[in-house]
């Protein structure tokens, strides 16, 4: 399953890297994607994006983000590779929850099969412990593609390793509606 998606690509077993370079103002992040059975799945990709974030008072912040995503089932950029822009809108309800609608857009550039999906997340954090409820909807807007799903990701995170490197561990459940 992929949680920006909202979608179950694969049975089989999944490894993936994330890592973030976060600034107060802009950041980068990387994600890799492999399945551990099968190469040849669509699981197996990375997504680079750029960050810049706006803040609209103490509670919300936007988020645009730009980048691409590479599809690797036989090659480094096989067919099916392309732009992504996707926009975060974040809100702290309080100390505790954040209510988040990430906008993904993709095949932007070369494929032209342009896709939108809506990932509404509702995070609850305390020191270590996180639990999030997710909702997808991809909404026909560009393909033909439509589907809602939701999903509960439950985690141990931010344990540090070093003053720079943190392991975060979890499980995750998604229900395709």
Request: hydrophobic content about 40%; cysteine-free; overall charge positive.
């Amino acid at each position: 399953m992929f949680f920006y998606s909202g979608r179950i690509i694969s049975d089989n077993s999944v490894s993936d890297v994330h890592f973030i370079y976060d600034r107060k103002k802009w950041g980068f992040q990387i994600f890799k994607a492999v399945d551990l059975v099968d190469p040849t799945t669509d699981i197996n990709f990375t997504m680079a994006v750029l960050y810049k974030n706006f803040k609209f008072g103490k509670r919300i912040t936007v988020t645009p983000n730009a980048g691409f995503v590479l599809e690797q089932k036989k090659s480094i950029a096989d067919h099916g590779s392309d732009a992504v822009v996707i926009l975060n809108t974040v809100i702290k309800l309080n100390r505790h929850f954040i209510f988040d609608n990430s906008a993904i857009f993709g095949s932007l550039l070369l494929t032209h099969d342009y896709n939108w999906t809506n990932r509404f997340r509702l995070l609850f954090t305390s020191k270590h412990v996180d639990a999030t409820g997710f909702l997808w909807h991809n909404n026909k807007a560009f393909d033909h593609t439509g589907y809602a799903s939701t999903g509960i990701n439950l985690s141990y995170s931010r344990m540090k390793l070093s003053d720079h490197v943190s392991l975060s561990t979890g499980v995750s459940g998604l229900l395709m509606l």
